[in-house]
Structure formats: structure tokens, C-alpha cells
């Protein structure tokens, strides 16, 4: 009865009275839940790729004998990441335990929890963190960090950037500035290199004494001679016949690219879009080359007027042929490269050809550490000589000239060293990855739902050695037929017009730098109601040649979109630029900017224009604004940090 199932002190026989209800309840209740999950598919784990990545990799790798060193790279073009594997190799030799770390790929929260890491964070741009490194450096800098949070952490960076951007080197320098706020212990000095001088070089000199220092501070022996040994191989090669499950796989992914191998969050964004018009802008008696590109995207991609589409490209057949014949090699054949310490698949399988067109950077001039490698490969003494002397990290020359000045190729150089038997699967474990080229878009979904347009200038020239040297990226490009298939992803490039559409914006784009601002015209125009003014500064060469766009722009400022102001620096006796028409049209441009609080802003070469510009800003301020050449400097600064005056600028 129920009396008996709540009677707390009844006798045994109430307890079986109990049982019997519940028994076959619980029985009912199990099959019924057994059915309807066997019949529902399970909730997918809510994971992150990121925190999946690396619970994966911690899981999977071997375990390191020696003292513990994270090596953290934010790195945009693969500089920053070999940097990091080459102090791996020598941190194995003096008795440490180096991890190779992926910044995009690290659970920041446990920063704390290290002991000693050591940054190489390269500067993207106009003084941005790389793709791979926002996240952390946002997060390193965020109010949320509490002073001596990282205080059993030691550390030291190094920092890489280009001193032809003004804000040379800002991730190295805010990166090591923060951690020691944070209470870290920087145990070896901050250093930084200068891609446009001796970037190699300037890490050389740099790490000399890291080792002395680190292993004095930890009380471990050091004995430099360590470093003249052969670093260890990172992988080793296997190679697969017809008829195997690896050749089968190998010819399956021959068609797409290897950009995409992985699962990283990078890869993943990764997506196949397809070219739908591809045509010249020059005038035929042009002696250069730009293209304009349409091109369909995946449906799921969305992106903003300003931004950058990343395009991955392939080196160009005839070379890729040139250097397999070079080193011997049938470029069919499939292979895979596996990690020597757990023979975890690195690459692979795959085709030397579909690696040398896709993967490796074949045409940049090969770093020292490389050229070093190349000694052991040859028996000739004079060939030795040679190379030893190319890769002195000590010594800017003969490599300054022989090989950075003259831009000679991998291929150019093996050809002039006759003896140099480098193995395949070397060569491709130390060459830099072929990058992704980023495009300012040239168009606005607004106006073209589904298509991103691109606007590329072929790079063709002749080097010092006579090669005719063609832009792996701008050549491949030029040559795509309609309705080939290209892997991008669109980069958040935070160039954006204002939020109020009623803002007057002012743009100076010079030859391809008119390609954001093509996208912005089209933007403003497909914007429902009242539009500020926009005043666009653009230079070319000659109208007849190279006015890209000429219709289009023409167009908009007859329909009271735009006001168009242009520049022709071979049409006259005396060159025209940009910066000569900002001056003379000085009264707008002060009105603007100071009356009615526009937006400026900058697209196109970093070297020499946009300096140019800035300077002719500053000039305007003097001569509109009655200030002091140090007010009106400021007032620019000022203009930078409101984000008024926003660049877009490369070299």
C-alpha cells in the first residue's frame, strides 16, 4: 500500500512492498530513454577548433626530454615560424625541451602556467598583429590582465617588421612591454630585424648570446661548439607506387590545393571561389600589365567594402619543370613527409610537383640558413667555400649582393653550383611556404552580391642576373581562365568608410590604389538616402594608357556621386603627383577635414607616396589652418587616432 512506501520505519516486507513499484518504473524509464537516444543523433561537443587542435597535438606528441621553452610565432608570411623551428634545433642541443607554438593555436589562459618562452612576433602592415596572433595580442593587452599575473613566467622577443612602415616593429616592442607590466621576467633582451635591410641578419645578431645567457641563468652546461652541428632532420620521406592506398590519396587531391591540408582555424576559413571575368585595364601600347578580375564566391563568404582577399597562388610551371630536372627528380612521383620523432604525416601524400607548384617558395632568394644546408650536399671544396661564405650570418656580403641585390632563385644558384646533390625532401623541409597574396578588394557586395572583384598589377621585371623575375601571384592570376577555381579567404582589413553614410570621405589611391575605393564609390552609391561628398585623388601615368576605371569613375562624377581629381605624371614636361593636386586643391581639403569632419584616406605605395601625402597634409594644416608645422603634425596624429585618416599601403 502507499502507507507502506513512506513509512520510514516500516518492517521488511513494506521495503519488498516498495520494491515492486519501483522496479518495473525504472525498467520503463531505461528503455524509454535507451530508445529515443539511440534514435536522435548525439549533441556535437561544444569545442572550439582551436582548444580541439590542441588538445590533440598535446595528446599526440612524444614526450621531450630536457628543460621546458615554448616558442610562440605570429608570423604572416612564414618568417616568424622558421625563426622559431631554428631555435628549436639549437635549444635541443643544449639540453632544453622546445615547443614550436602556433599563437593561434594556444590556450592563452595558461600562460601563467609556463616557464620560459621566448615570442617572434612579426608586425603586419601599418603596426597590426598578424592574422594568427590578433587574438592573443588582444587578449595580452586587454584591461582584464592583472599586474604580476605572468610572475613565474621569464621570457624574451624578438620582433620582425619593415622599416618602411611607420610603426616599425609595434607587436615585438607592445608585446614585450606588456609582459613585463604583467610581471614576467624578461631573462635575454628584446631584439627586431628590418625586412627591408638584413632581417636575417638582424636575428642572427641577436640570438648570439641568447644561449651563454639562458644556460647561465638556469645553471645548465654550454658548450657553443653544439651549434656547428648538423641540426637534426625535422622529417623524413616515404614514397608510395601505383596501386597503394597513399598513391590513390595523392591523386585525389590533385586538383585542389594544398593550402588547405589541415584543420587549423586558419585552413578552415579557407574557401574555393571561382573567376568569372578576367580582363586587361591598359590600353594596348601599355608596356605593363593589370588585370581585372570578377570573381564568384562561396556562398557563405561575406565581407565589407575595404577589405583584403587572401589569393593562393602557384609558381609557374616552367620553373617548378626547371628545378625537378635540376635535382634529378620525377616530379610525379607521391611521397609523404612524416616527423621523425613519431612519424606523424607533416605533408603528404602528395607529388613533388604539386609541392614545388603549391607549397614551397621557389622563387624568393633562398635565406643563409639554407645555402648553410647546401654545404654538406657538395664534395667540391670550392663550392663549399662559396657557400660558407654566402651563409656567414656574421657577414652582410658577399650575400647581400650576390644573392639579396641580384634576387637570384634557388634554381639560379644550384645551376651555378653544379655539385650540389640536395635530396627533395630536404630542400622542401627547410624552403619558406609559398604565401597567400592579399588584394584590396575592389568592389562592394552591395553592388555585386556573391562576386569580390580584384584589381592586380602584373610584376614583371628583370633582375641584375638578366632573369626575366614574373609576380608568382599577379602572372598566375593574369593567365586564369573564366570559371577556374582559386582558394581565398577575405581578411578583415578594419579600412572602412565611416558608419554615417552623411561623412564626407576623401581618398587618394594612385594607380592600383584606387582598388578600395572603387569598392567605396559603389558602397556609398547603393546606400539608401543622403550621401557626404567624396573627392578622389587618383594618379596614373598617362590617361590614354593606364587611367584604370576611367568610365566607371567619369560616370560617378557626372551622376554627382563623386568628385574626381587626377594626376598624370608622363602626360606633362613636369611629373604630376597625387600630393601636387592635394596641394593645389588645399581650400577643399581643409574645409572638409576641419569643417565638416571628414575621413582621409591612403591607398597604395608605403615607400615614397604615402609619405608624400602625409607631408602634404601636414603642409595644408600650415598653410588652411594657421598652425605650426608641429601643430599641424599633431593635428594629423590626432586625425590617425580618431581614425579619420586611415592607410591601406604596401611596398
Not at 235 to 246: I, L, R, S, V
Not at 393 to 415: C, F, H, M, N, W
Request: hydrophobic share 35%; charged share 30%; aromatic share 10%.
Amino acid at each position: 500500500s502507499m502507507e507502506n512506501v513512506v513509512d520510514v520505519d516500516g518492517s521488511e516486507s513494506s521495503w519488498m512492498d516498495m520494491l515492486q513499484y519501483i522496479i518495473p518504473v525504472i525498467l520503463i524509464l531505461g528503455g524509454y530513454y535507451y530508445y529515443t537516444n539511440q534514435n536522435k543523433p548525439k549533441p556535437l561537443p561544444k569545442v572550439t577548433p582551436v582548444a580541439r587542435k590542441v588538445v590533440i597535438e598535446k595528446k599526440k606528441a612524444p614526450k621531450l626530454e630536457g628543460r621546458p621553452l615554448k616558442l610562440f610565432y605570429g608570423s604572416q608570411t612564414g618568417t616568424a615560424e622558421d625563426f622559431a623551428h631554428k631555435l628549436s634545433a639549437e635549444a635541443k642541443k643544449f639540453g632544453f625541451a622546445p615547443e614550436v607554438i602556433d599563437l593561434e593555436e594556444y590556450d592563452k589562459e595558461t600562460l601563467n602556467e609556463e616557464k620560459f618562452v621566448v615570442l617572434l612576433m612579426a608586425t603586419y602592415g601599418e603596426g597590426e598583429p598578424t592574422d594568427n596572433a590578433r587574438e592573443f595580442y588582444e587578449w595580452l593587452l586587454s584591461t582584464d590582465r592583472e599586474v604580476g599575473s605572468l610572475s613565474g613566467v621569464e621570457f624574451s622577443v624578438f620582433g620582425l617588421g619593415n622599416k618602411t612602415y611607420e610603426h616599425y616593429n609595434s607587436m615585438g616592442r607592445k608585446t614585450n612591454e606588456q609582459l613585463e607590466k604583467l610581471g614576467a621576467k624578461r631573462i635575454y633582451k628584446y631584439g627586431e630585424g628590418d625586412d627591408d635591410a638584413s632581417l636575417e641578419d638582424d636575428f642572427a645578431a641577436w640570438k648570439k648570446d641568447l644561449w651563454p645567457t639562458v644556460c647561465q641563468h638556469f645553471g645548465m652546461p654550454i658548450d657553443l661548439s653544439l651549434l656547428n652541428a648538423a641540426a637534426e632532420r625535422r622529417f623524413k620521406m616515404n614514397t608510395y607506387e601505383a596501386g597503394t592506398k597513399q598513391y590513390d590519396q595523392a591523386q585525389a587531391i590533385a586538383s585542389k590545393h594544398l593550402c588547405k591540408k589541415g584543420d587549423t582555424a586558419a585552413e578552415k576559413a579557407i574557401s574555393i571561389a571561382t573567376i568569372k571575368i578576367n580582363r586587361e585595364l591598359h590600353a594596348e601600347k601599355s608596356d605593363r600589365s593589370c588585370h581585372h578580375l570578377e570573381i564568384q564566391l562561396d556562398p557563405k563568404v561575406t565581407y565589407t567594402a575595404g577589405d583584403h582577399l587572401a589569393i593562393y597562388p602557384e609558381n609557374h610551371p616552367d620553373m617548378v619543370t626547371a628545378l625537378g630536372a635540376r635535382l634529378g627528380i620525377n616530379l610525379d612521383q607521391v611521397f609523404s613527409l612524416v616527423a621523425e620523432k613519431d612519424n606523424r604525416t607533416f605533408l603528404g601524400p602528395t607529388t613533388f610537383r604539386q609541392v614545388l607548384s603549391q607549397w614551397s617558395d621557389i622563387t624568393s632568394p633562398p635565406r643563409k640558413s639554407l645555402l648553410k644546408i647546401l654545404v654538406s650536399y657538395t664534395s667540391d671544396e670550392a663550392e663549399k667555400k662559396k657557400l660558407l661564405e654566402l651563409s656567414d650570418e656574421t657577414q652582410p656580403e658577399p650575400y647581400g649582393s650576390y644573392v639579396k641585390d641580384a634576387q637570384r632563385t634557388l634554381l639560379e644558384i644550384l645551376d651555378e653550383l653544379p655539385n650540389v646533390k640536395v635530396p627533395v625532401d630536404h630542400l622542401i623541409e627547410v624552403l619558406p611556404r609559398l604565401a597567400c597574396r592579399y588584394y584590396s578588394i575592389s568592389s562592394s557586395l552591395k553592388a555585386h552580391p556573391g562576386h569580390v572583384h580584384v584589381t592586380s598589377v602584373v610584376v614583371e621585371f628583370e633582375t641584375p642576373t638578366k632573369r626575366k623575375h614574373k609576380g608568382v601571384c599577379s602572372s598566375w592570376l593574369a593567365n586564369l581562365k573564366p570559371e577556374c577555381q582559386i582558394y581565398v579567404f577575405v581578411r578583415d582589413s578594419g579600412f572602412r568608410l565611416p558608419k554615417d553614410p552623411k561623412v564626407p570621405v576623401i581618398m587618394v589611391g594612385p594607380g592600383t590604389g584606387l582598388a578600395p575605393f572603387r569598392g567605396f564609390i559603389q558602397d556609398r552609391v547603393k546606400t539608401p538616402g543622403d550621401s557626404g561628398e567624396m573627392v578622389l585623388f587618383f594618379g596614373c601615368r598617362n590617361p590614354e594608357i593606364d587611367f584604370i576605371y576611367r568610365e566607371e569613375l567619369e560616370e560617378a562624377e557626372k551622376n554627382g556621386n563623386l568628385k574626381l581629381i587626377t594626376a598624370f605624371s608622363r602626360a606633362t614636361e613636369n611629373k604630376v603627383y597625387v600630393h601636387h593636386k592635394m596641394l593645389e586643391n588645399a581650400d577643399l581639403i581643409w574645409k572638409l577635414l576641419n569643417e565638416e569632419q571628414a575621413n582621409f584616406y591612403v591607398c597604395g605605395d608605403a615607400r615614397q607616396m604615402a609619405k608624400d601625402v602625409k607631408n602634404a597634409l601636414v603642409k595644408i594644416g600650415v598653410e588652411k589652418g594657421g598652425k605650426t608645422a608641429e601643430e599641424s603634425e599633431k593635428f594629423v596624429e590626432e586625425l590617425i587616432k580618431a581614425q579619420r585618416y586611415q592607410t591601406d599601403v604596401w611596398f
